[in-house]
């Protein structure tokens, strides 16, 4: 089975490290995923996607991101079952994020659109 996910996005908030009980370093955040326009007159929407991220990859985060900056994660999707405060079973969806990416956008305003910022003078090769 294949279970792989993989988004461009921009931090809700500014990730916070915790560290668990058994001592490992997590980081839970959310991304706002942005889904294209079908028509010139329709609006922007986005999707909100919860990540959780462990150990390095979190330290590596929490380090380097802040709100509204973007991002490329990759991951897979998990569910998982808990008990809420009142004892009433609920589901949470989120990806575990395995590696993640920067990325510079520059606002085109003709059409309002995000495009990567990067010219060859930029490039490492």
Sequence with gaps: MLNNFSCMGRFTHTPELKITPNGN???????AVG???TTADSEKTADFIDCVAWNKTAEFICKHFKKGEPVIIDGRFETR?????QGIKRKAYEV?????????FKRNEETDIDLLDVSNEDLPF
């Design 25 to 31: 370093n997590v980081v839970k955040f959310s991304l």
């Design 35 to 37: 889904r294209s326009k």
């Design 81 to 85: 079952e808990y008990e809420d405060k």
């Design 96 to 104: 575990v994020v395995r590696e993640v990416n920067f990325c510079a």
